[in-house]
């Protein structure tokens, strides 16, 4: 049984090359932004106009899948991913919105893991046999009909956002506190800028964390018949929770600053992509579809 | 009222100097931080387990559990101790401050006047200010004389409060719900009845049926239609579905999936005798007496072998249905495949004479898993309380300006404190800030 809709070659057509141009689009920001850090600060504003422009061109792209779809483009790996690496973009240019054109630093670090994270959806597969990241549009499954299902995927998705741009800014500050009297590191907010911008994207992220655990637990609920499992992913989900709490605990009540807090935002990003990479293809559950 | 005093009361109790010291260790963060970084760890490490059953009694194990329920100690014990200390921040916080205190204060300002002019009018002025930006204003006058008292976010305060709570009452609803509940499987087709003991009900299914959707390749939604009796009184009926649970008194019958349940009939070609059998996936159907039988492996709707020979169902439409199983031997030897075609006798020379055995019909078969769960009400309360404890606690930033006029050198000193964004503090005095010279050049 294949289980695959059938869609339009015009609108196959329309959603594959809108995905292409935004990732190529996203590509030469993620140049224009590095180029920024690295002293060309005339091109801050330029990276910004062309991530702006791919961040259009990857929304028409959604749109496109959600019409060739007939739903919403949240289950499987590839449309998890797109919202995902949309969600990123989106708080990111939040955040240029609110510094007003003053600094395009965190720019240069958060297109590169977009890149990475697209590169993941379309490189990977070719390189790593056990990635399997399939573009087919198919129908939902009855057990995700349900509307739980976009409020859990909608919380994961901002919540990993969040945690990617806290990470971000975790390894901005690791660069301008090791390389301080760099031009490039001159470049970088302040330290304590930086560690108050992983704060506030990590207790936002904690948030949609805790929205994302309790909703999903709602929804298995529903579904399954039990609303805690321990499978893998709903571990996983609770160790990235975990980390994230420790680090916002360590930093708000033991008044924990610098290195440390740094270093628990970065275990708390790979506990996340494990979360989303690892437990899909080095461990197995009943979550295999997500 | 006279009451009897007992030897040691229960605050006399708690202030005593090593059990306080045990307290203070056991509500402490450093605690809490080693308790959830251990919980991570574990449950790392349990999930790169091999096999499912192994990682599953990881949580179950009794040291697992230990160590959440010490966590929970740690966190009602922290929660508790910060409920006296945190109102009396949030509520009744110190509206004057002197001159020296705001210059030690983590964000300040001192905004120096054009021209000298009376208090009153610059502290309205600067009050007016504040309130613009949409803090809660007032001047107080106190030993330092007035005061510009500004703030914002009050709830802040009572965000992590309101969280913890919730995460303890989430940690209740879920023990109080494995205390009192139960699960079982059970399934069958229409007319049949399931018995539930631990609930004290039964479960008649009354009719099943099966709606295929446009692409009949996608796995089919399954209804089935039961009525819930307790002693022969009918409490509950309705139709169960996936994602539609049927759900009465803290009880939830759950459809898990479905199954095909076949009809076949046995006739012993020699003697004429007849029998029929209702078999499910997996069913062995003894062909004789010598132990010869049939063990039935998979029903296939819409049966096809592809190029390999091997068998599928082409999709969930009921248009050649197939029962397929393997023969064995009384050693347990396989001897052949066996293909039942709807009404096709396929016949077997057995010890007992020759056997026909057809296909005659096949039904849909739910299985169900059946719940009680008394805990959902105060699980759902607890992460109601949760997740708006965190909305506080990181969308509402509680923040406080104090702001003094000093007349002789015509300035205004303000000063701020933040209860967690120290950025937002300075970006919210740089407006204030603003809007008194504006106003001021007015
Ligand atoms: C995983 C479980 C926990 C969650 C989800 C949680 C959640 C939170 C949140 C969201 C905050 C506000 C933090 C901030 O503003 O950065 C907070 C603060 C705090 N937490 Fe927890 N917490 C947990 C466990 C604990 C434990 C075990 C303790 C016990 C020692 C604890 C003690 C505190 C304290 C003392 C504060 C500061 C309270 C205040 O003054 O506002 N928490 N917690």
């Known amino acids: 049984m294949t289980g695959y809709l059938e869609v339009s070659p015009l609108g196959l057509a329309v959603e594959n090359i809108l995905f292409t141009i935004a990732a190529v689009a996203y590509l030469l920001s993620t140049a224009g932004y590095l180029f920024y850090i690295f002293g060309k600060k005339k091109l801050g504003p330029w990276a910004s106009y062309l991530l702006r422009f791919s961040f259009l061109l990857h929304t028409a792209f959604l749109v496109t899948r959600t019409i060739n779809a007939g739903r919403i483009p949240l289950v499987g790996h590839f449309e998890f991913g797109n919202v995902f690496i949309w969600a990123c973009v989106l708080f990111y240019l939040w955040l240029e919105w609110r510094l007003q054109g003053r600094d395009y630093s965190v720019g240069a670090f958060l297109t590169p893991l977009v890149v990475l994270y697209l590169a993941y959806l379309t490189v990977a597969p070719h390189l790593i046999t056990k990635i399997n990241i399939s573009r087919a549009h198919k129908p939902l499954q009855p057990v995700l009909q349900s509307n739980w299902l976009q409020i859990h995927v909608s919380a994961s998705v901002l919540g990993y956002a969040c945690f990617t741009l806290a990470f971000a800014v975790a390894i901005m500050w690791l660069l301008k506190t090791w390389l301080h009297n760099k031009a490039f590191a001159r470049n970088l907010p302040e330290p304590l800028i930086l ?96 | 009222m006279h009451k009897e005093k007992p030897e040691l009361s229960f605050k006399e109790l708690f202030t005593a100097k090593p059990v306080r010291q045990i307290l203070k260790f056991l509500s402490s963060m450093q605690l809490g931080i080693i308790l959830l970084l251990l919980l991570a760890v574990i449950s790392v490490l349990a999930t790169l387990r091999e096999h499912n059953t192994a990682i599953q009694s990881i949580y179950r194990s ?64 600067v009050a007016d200010a504040f309130h613009r930006s949409g ?74 049926w099966m709606e295929y959707e446009e ?140 056997i026909e055995v057809t296909l005659t019909g096949f039904q849909n078969a739910v299985v169900y898993t059946i719940t009680r769960n008394l805990g959902r009400p105060i699980l759902v309360t607890g992460a109601l309380m949760f997740v708006l404890g965190l909305y506080l606690s990181f969308f509402l930033h509680p923040r406080r300006f104090w702001a003094l006029y000093d007349q002789e050198q015509a300035a205004v000193l303000i000063g701020g404190r933040s209860y967690r964004s120290r950025l937002m503090l300075e970006q919210e005095l740089e407006q204030v800030v603003k809007e008194i010279t504006r106003r001021e050049d007015e």
């Open chain 2, 215 to 354: 692409d009949p390749t996608v796995r089919p939604r399954v209804y089935s239609d039961v009525s819930v009796t307790e002693g022969g009184r009918e409490i509950a009926d309705g139709v169960i579905a996936i994602n539609q649970p049927l759900r009465f008194a803290g009880n939830t019958i759950y459809h898990t999936t479905f199954r095909y349940v076949s009809d076949v009939i046995m006739h012993n070609v020699s003697t004429g005798e007849t029998s029929m059998h209702r078999v499910w996936d997996r069913d062995h159907l003894g062909l004789d007496s010598k132990g010869l039988h049939i063990h039935f492996l998979a029903f296939f709707p819409n049966f096809a072998t592809n190029e390999e020979g091997v068998p599928y169902s082409k999709n969930y439409l009921p248009e050649n249905p197939v029962l397929a199983g393997i023969v064995y031997d009384e050693k347990e030897k396989p001897q052949s495949h066996v293909y039942l075609y709807l009404n096709d006798p396929v016949t077997f020379s057995t010890a007992d004479g020759e």
């Open chain 2, 62 to 125: 009794w040291w697992y559990l230990g160590i959440m329920a010490f966590t929970a100690l740690n966190l009602l014990l922290c929660t508790v101790r910060r409920v006296k200390p945190l109102t009396r921040q949030a509520l009744y916080p110190q509206k004057e401050q002197s001159a020296e205190a705001i210059a030690r204060m983590p964000v300040k300002e001192k905004v120096v006047l054009a021209e000298n002019l009376p208090a009153e009018k610059v502290l309205a002025l």
């Open chain 1, 195 to 290: 560690e108050e911008y992983m704060y506030r994207a990590s207790g936002i992220g904690f948030l949609f964390q805790s929205i994302m655990i309790i909703t999903g637990a709602i929804w298995a609920d529903t579904s399954w018949g039990r609303y805690w499992g321990w499978d893998p992913k709903e571990v996983w989900a609770l160790i990235t929770w975990f980390v994230f709490a420790v680090y916002l605990h360590a930093r708000f009540t033991r008044g924990w600053r610098g290195m440390r807090t740094v270093m628990l935002v970065i275990v708390g990003w790979v506990a996340m992509v494990f979360t989303w990479v690892g437990v899909a293809w080095l461990l197995t559950g009943i979550h295999s579809f997500g």
């Open chain 2, 135 to 208: 803090l809660k204003t007032e001047i107080t006058t106190g030993t330092h004389g007035k005061t510009v008292f500004a703030q914002k976010g009050v709830l802040g305060f009572f965000g992590s409060l309101l969280s913890h709570t919730g995460l303890l009452i989430i940690l209740v609803g879920a023990m109080y719900g494995a205390l009192t509940g139960f699960e079982l499987q059970g399934g069958g087709i229409a007319g049949d009845r399931i018995s539930v003991p631990d609930g004290n009900f039964a479960v008649r299914i009354m009719d099943v």
